[in-house]
Each structure stands twice: as C-alpha cells, then as structure tokens.
C-alpha cells in the first residue's frame, strides 16, 4: 500500500522519487506537530478544584492592600513647588504642592477645623510627624512672624507722700507717641491716608485693586498695586496687618468668560483655557483639576485658590 500511495503522489503531482519520499516522511510529521498540544493536554491536564478557594484568598489580599494605603494621601512631587503661603489659609491640595506628605496636610486642616491656629512660623512643626527638613526648606516661605512680640504695659511710678502744707503741683502728662497700623483688609480711603508715604491716588489704587481681587488675605499683596513701589512698601509693612477678612469668591464653574477675565490673577488666554478645560474634561472639583490647564503654573494655582469656590 506504501508502493501504491508513493507512485499516485508521484504521478499526480509529477514529483520525483526523492520528492515523493520526502513528503511520504514530512506530511505525517506535521500532521503530529499540529496534533500535539491536544494530545498533551488531554493525557497530562490535572483537574484543579481549588477556584473558589483561590477567590477568596485573592480578595483578601486586595483588602490589605486597600487598608495599608492611606485615603486621599497623595504622593508629593519629585521637584515640590516653593511659594509664599499662611498655614492658617493655605489649602489642603498647595500644601501637597509644596511637598507636604498627604496624610500631614490632612492633619493640618483637622487642626484648623478644630479651632487651631498658627500664630508664629514653629507653631508649624507643632503638627505630628511634620518632617523636619520639610519645616527648613519651607520657613522662609511661610507668612507667619518668628515670634511673638509681648505687650509690656508701664506701670505709674508711685509717687513719694509730700508734706503736709506743701502743694504738689502736676506735671503735665506726655502723651505717648501711638504707633499707627491698618488693616488692609477693611481700611477705607481715609485709613490708608494716615499712612505716612500714601496719598489719595495710592489709597484710591489700593481700595481699586482690592475690590477687583475679592479682598486682600495677606500684607503681600498690596505689592502688586500699580506703581507702588518696594521701598514704600517696607516702609508700610510694620504699619500694616490684614486679618478678619472675607473674600468673594470666583465660582470657576460657573462664571463666564467676562467675570473671569476681570480678575487680577487670570490673564486673557488663562479665562479662554479655564472655559475650553472646563468643557472638555468637566467640572473643575480642587486646585489638580486647575494645575491641567496648560497656560496655570502651581505657584499661580496657590495664589488664586483662595479666591476659587468649586462648587
């Protein structure tokens, strides 16, 4: 039968004898490569049983896993951002951006909603765990003063009894010599006039520039007013505080083009990406969703995030 199977292949595709051997040998061949992987399977599978067992197992793995990683707790940048900031303002997500761990960020704004306050620059290092060169690569940073400067109040001197018939004559009484601060926060035209070095024009540019911002939330912003210029404002500075004040606030999903142009932190371009971000990725919810807009940098995120509401 052999004979005949060579001699029809053979004939039938003109092969010659060589040829007709070699695909009497090769054609087989294949055939049990081809056939192999079933025949492997089917006489060596091994019946495994254990798949809900495995399940189960695997789950409960996930759920360590899950219950070891902290909530909300981002991972701080390779490069942390460096910009002026009051701990006792400053947002959970600029304190991520200035390399703060997560989980102290969260503690942070526990203790501020508790009631706490940072009243001088190592108040900060007063949170738990909060790294040490975290604290010295951020001090120059922070808006708070290095300490706190104690009222001393003069007693009278007691004065000495006088004999009897003698008349004791009163000196006068020197009035002490008061030292001037303003709230910049609430001080109209007329308080800021008081301030030796500010004119009617200064104080009209700084009420101006503080309306059109929403208020003033630090004593540094009121470098950025028009023409007034550094050696005044260290002049100023110990004559000025900016506390109790309130913001307006920017709702940012829901303002137009006009209102957001209209604000000193965003520039032309920025309003246009803010509205083209906005429609393309959706609501903006914290300061991550803004730091996707290309024309904002992180430092300008900070300073405009107090303005922002997200709702």
Same mark, same amino acid.
């Given at each position: 039968?052999?004979?005949?199977?060579?001699?029809?292949?053979?004939?039938?595709?003109?092969?010659?004898?060589?040829?007709?051997?070699?695909?009497?040998?090769?054609?087989?061949?294949?055939?049990?490569?081809?056939?192999?992987?079933?025949?492997?399977?089917?006489?060596?599978?091994?019946?495994?049983?254990?798949?809900?067992?495995?399940?189960?197992?695997?789950?409960?793995?996930?759920?360590?896993?899950?219950?070891?990683?902290?909530?909300? !707790?981002?991972?701080? /940048?390779? *490069?942390?951002? @460096?910009? $002026?900031?009051?701990? +006792?303002?400053? &947002?959970? =997500? #600029?304190?991520?951006?200035?390399?703060?761990?997560?989980?102290?960020?969260?503690?942070?704004?526990?203790?501020?909603?508790?009631?706490?306050?940072?009243?001088?620059?190592?108040?900060?290092?007063?949170?738990?765990?909060?790294?040490?060169?975290?604290?010295?690569?951020?001090?120059?940073?922070?808006?708070?003063?290095?300490?706190?400067?104690?009222?001393?109040?003069?007693?009278?001197?007691?004065?000495?009894?006088?004999?009897?018939?003698?008349? !004791?004559?009163?000196? /006068?009484? *020197?009035?002490? @010599?008061? $030292?001037?601060?303003? +709230?910049?926060? &609430?001080? =109209? #035209?007329?308080?800021?006039?008081?301030?030796?070095?500010?004119?009617?024009?200064?104080?009209?540019?700084?009420?101006?520039?503080?309306?059109?911002?929403?208020?003033?939330?630090?004593?540094?912003?009121?470098?950025?007013?028009?023409?007034?210029?550094?050696?005044?404002?260290?002049?100023?500075?110990?004559?000025?505080?900016?506390?109790?004040?309130?913001?307006?606030?920017?709702?940012?999903?829901?303002?137009?083009?006009?209102?957001?142009?209209?604000?000193?932190?965003?520039?032309?371009?920025?309003?246009?990406?803010?509205?083209?971000?906005?429609?393309?990725?959706?609501?903006?919810?914290?300061?991550?969703?803004?730091?996707?807009?290309?024309?904002?940098?992180?430092?300008?995120?900070?300073?405009?995030?107090?303005?922002?509401?997200?709702?």
């Amino acid at each position: 039968m052999k004979f005949r199977l060579k001699q029809w292949i053979k004939h039938y595709f003109g092969f010659t004898k060589t040829e007709t051997n070699a695909v009497v040998v090769l054609v087989p061949l294949l055939v049990l490569i081809i056939l192999s992987p079933k025949f492997y399977s089917a006489w060596f599978r091994v019946d495994y049983q254990n798949y809900e067992h495995d399940a189960v197992l695997l789950d409960s793995l996930v759920a360590r896993v899950k219950e070891s990683v902290r909530p909300n !707790e981002l991972v701080p /940048p390779s *490069k942390p951002e @460096e910009f $002026f900031f009051n701990p +006792n303002e400053v &947002s959970v =997500d #600029s304190l991520r951006l200035l390399g703060v761990p997560g989980f102290i960020a969260d503690r942070i704004e526990n203790y501020r909603s508790k009631g706490g306050q940072f009243r001088v620059k190592a108040d900060l290092k007063k949170i738990y765990d909060f790294p040490d060169l975290t604290y010295n690569r951020l001090e120059q940073f922070i808006l708070l003063p290095d300490k706190v400067k104690a009222r001393v109040e003069k007693k009278p001197t007691p004065k000495a009894p006088k004999p009897d018939g003698e008349i !004791e004559v009163m000196a /006068p009484e *020197k009035k002490a @010599e008061e $030292f001037l601060v303003v +709230n910049i926060a &609430s001080a =109209d #035209s007329m308080s800021l006039r008081a301030l030796r070095g500010v004119g009617p024009a200064y104080a009209r540019r700084i009420v101006k520039y503080r309306d059109l911002l929403g208020g003033f939330y630090h004593v540094e912003q009121l470098r950025e007013v028009y023409g007034l210029s550094d050696s005044l404002f260290v002049a100023l500075q110990p004559h000025l505080i900016c506390e109790d004040y309130q913001l307006k606030k920017l709702a940012i999903n829901l303002a137009t083009f006009k209102q957001l142009n209209a604000h000193p932190y965003i520039s032309y371009q920025q309003a246009s990406d803010i509205l083209n971000t906005k429609s393309k990725n959706g609501k903006f919810t914290n300061a991550n969703d803004l730091l996707k807009v290309e024309t904002f940098d992180s430092t300008q995120v900070a300073k405009l995030l107090p303005y922002l509401d997200f709702r």
